[in-house]
């Protein structure tokens, strides 16, 4: 059980367009989604945490109004990428806590962006 | 807030030998550390984690051990074989009871081992 997954796992998309990337936890049910950003061989950084049913918490730093999130049911959160420029381009990830769980986050495989 | 220090940031063994990861956490509230494994483009995977109160626990040939007065956490993988080579990233994170925190990465660990 827990598994957490991403789509798209790539897209390319040209400069000024909004891309949309989904994460699903697809055999439980996840009150709080994560969604992180990950350079070539760097860590995890966090962006926002997304409760079901609220505003998603963005880490500071992050745009809120760039990088939208819509946490609209128990095993579905959506990130947004708005106006996306080159410098968007990068690895991201997100992950789920199981509902009853206070700890253990399970990540989805991650969506390469591109913006050309 | 939190901050997780991790070290060293790359290390290479010799197959079979042990390896060794250390991380340090500042905030004395942090309860629970989990250690992730990451293989090129692919996704963290949980590989054992910790609670504040336990000092040791053990999976096989991987154990965490936590010094809580310390304040630091050490990733032991005995008996290394080639495909533990990975990425492996420590993290800490504090519970608010009631209002749950959120994981703080280290900057990862590449682990090499090699044939």
């Known amino acids: 059980g827990a598994v957490v997954s991403q789509h798209p796992s790539r897209v390319i998309c040209k400069s000024g367009t909004s891309v949309k990337i989904e994460c699903r936890s697809l055999d439980f049910q996840a009150t709080t989604m994560f969604w992180y950003r990950q350079f070539p061989k760097k860590s995890l950084m966090l962006m926002a945490t997304?409760?079901?049913?609220?505003?998603?918490?963005?880490e500071q730093g992050v745009e809120k109004d760039k990088f939208l999130i819509n946490h609209a049911s128990l095993t579905l959160s959506t990130l947004t990428v708005t106006s996306a420029h080159p410098e968007d381009s990068s690895f991201y990830i997100c992950s789920a806590r199981r509902v009853g769980s206070s700890d253990e986050q399970y990540f989805g495989p991650g969506t390469r962006l591109t913006v050309t | 807030g939190e901050n997780v220090e991790q070290h060293p940031s790359t290390l290479s063994v010799q197959e079979g030998d042990s390896a060794v990861i250390k991380c340090t956490y500042s905030d004395s509230a942090s309860n629970y550390f989990p250690w992730y494994k990451q293989e090129l483009g692919k996704r963290p995977q949980l590989i054992i984690d910790i609670r504040s109160n336990v000092g040791e626990k053990k999976d096989q040939r991987i154990a965490v051990t936590l010094n809580k007065t310390a304040k630091h956490f050490s990733l032991h993988i005995t008996e290394t074989q080639p495909e533990d080579s990975a990425v492996y990233f420590c993290?800490?994170?504090?519970?608010?009871?009631?209002?749950?925190?959120?994981?703080?990465f280290g900057k990862g660990t590449k682990l090499s081992v090699k044939p």
């Open positions: 997304s409760n079901e049913g609220s505003k998603a918490t963005y």
């Open positions: 993290a800490a994170r504090r519970y608010y009871g009631g209002s749950q925190g959120n994981l703080i």
